[in-house]
């Protein structure tokens, strides 16, 4: 039972365009988002997080948004620059589900092409 | 800014050996974390601690076993490892809730 899904396993995006990076979650008590970038052989970086009261999120050229009533957030990248290809994962905890531990989804692999 | 610390970077191993995984955090942090990953696949959370003389498993299966004496150090043992070891092993840590996971740069394990 996966409780946080992406479902694009991968993405391709042109240099300057925008990317938009979907995550949906099945369980109504994740209260906390957040999107992790991973270069291969390297460890996840933070990027941007989110909680459940608000439903935008913004630094710089990412911005994540959160749709409660549909179990849905979006990563945007604008523009998106080379440098962005990578792994983006989403994951999202609930103090009720042991004591706030990440539950990950299965990454969505960006390329962005010159 | 590497505040969390994993060596070896990469490991080829035979079967039947006994291995340590190394974590160190230089942030004070009480909590700390083993996920497990594979290409394609989501990080599987294998063994977590929130305190000196605290472990716990994950919601993944694991042979492993992780010991916590010390706040800033949180080691992974495979008594006898395997091929279905072979996996990258992501340490984290973090502080209070609502701030994120800090990850090391991981252990590429392959066990021949």
């Known amino acids: 039972d996966q409780q946080v899904k992406q479902n694009s396993p991968s993405l391709s995006v042109q240099e300057g365009r925008i990317s938009i990076l979907n995550c949906d979650y099945t369980?109504?008590?994740?209260?906390?988002f957040l999107w992790y970038k991973k270069y291969p052989a390297e460890g996840p970086t933070f990027l941007i997080s989110?909680?459940?009261?608000?439903d935008k999120n913004e630094d710089g050229r990412f911005t994540v948004f959160l749709n409660k009533s549909a179990k849905h957030l979006s990563l945007h990248i604008v523009p998106s620059q080379p440098g962005d290809s990578a792994v983006y994962f989403c994951a999202a905890s609930s103090v009720y589900n042991q004591g706030g531990k990440l539950i990950f989804g299965q990454g969505t692999e960006l390329s962005v092409k010159p | 800014e590497a505040d969390i610390y994993q060596t070896p970077r990469y490991l080829v191993i035979g079967t039947g050996k006994k291995i340590t995984l190394e974590c160190s955090q230089t942030?004070?942090?009480?909590?700390m974390y083993w996920y497990q990953q594979d290409p394609g696949m989501e990080l599987h959370l294998i063994h977590y601690s929130y305190g000196v003389n605290s472990t716990e498993k994950g919601d993944l299966s694991s042979e492993s076993t992780v010991s916590r004496i010390r706040t800033e150090h949180f080691p992974l043992t495979l008594e006898s490892a395997r091929p279905s070891h072979t996996s990258q092993y992501l340490c984290?840590?973090?502080?209070?809730?609502?701030?994120?996971?800090?990850f090391g740069n991981g252990t590429r394990l392959t066990v021949t």
């Open positions: 984290a840590s973090s502080g209070i809730r609502g701030t994120p996971l800090h």
């Open positions: 369980n109504s008590m994740f209260d906390y």
């Open positions: 942030m004070g942090h009480d909590k």
């Open positions: 989110i909680s459940s009261i608000k």
